[in-house]
């Protein structure tokens, strides 16, 4: 069974740091981009950052270029995304996203993505 499960959400100060994890499970035949994004009350959601498997290459909203980072952690199979200097306007729910298709066109359009995560709050606030 495929399942994306994302941790690391909580409440942040301004200024502050966390670490996202996203675990992909059942993906027997492997999947092509992972991606995380992030949708904050009223709005739409929104491609934080993406990563290639087949090259590793690494893409970021502007939003986040500069603060964030996105990994892949073999020993824990999980791809995390670390933001820095977080700011009110982080505050989202994330998901984790997997693309299962060899080829796609705009990274950070949720259209191209096949499974997604259920998601984690991230809140920063004082």
């Known amino acids: 069974q495929v399942q994306l499960v994302e941790s690391g959400g909580g409440l942040v100060q301004p200024g502050g740091s966390l670490r996202l994890s996203c675990a992909p499970s059942g993906f027997t035949l492997g999947y092509y981009a992972i991606a995380w994004f992030r949708q904050a009350p009223g709005k739409g959601r929104e491609g934080v950052s993406c990563?290639?498997?087949?090259?590793?290459?690494?893409y970021y909203a502007d939003s986040v270029k500069g603060r964030s980072t996105i990994s892949r952690d073999n020993a824990k199979n999980t791809v995390d995304l670390q933001i820095n200097s977080l700011k009110a306007e982080d505050t989202a729910v994330y998901y984790c996203?997997?693309?299962?298709?060899?080829?796609?066109?705009?990274?950070?359009?949720?259209?191209?993505?096949?499974?997604w995560g259920q998601g984690t709050q991230v809140t920063v606030s004082s």
């Open positions: 996203a997997v693309r299962i298709v060899p080829y796609g066109s705009s990274w950070y359009e949720a259209l191209e993505y096949d499974y």
């Open positions: 990563m290639d498997i087949s090259d590793g290459h690494t």
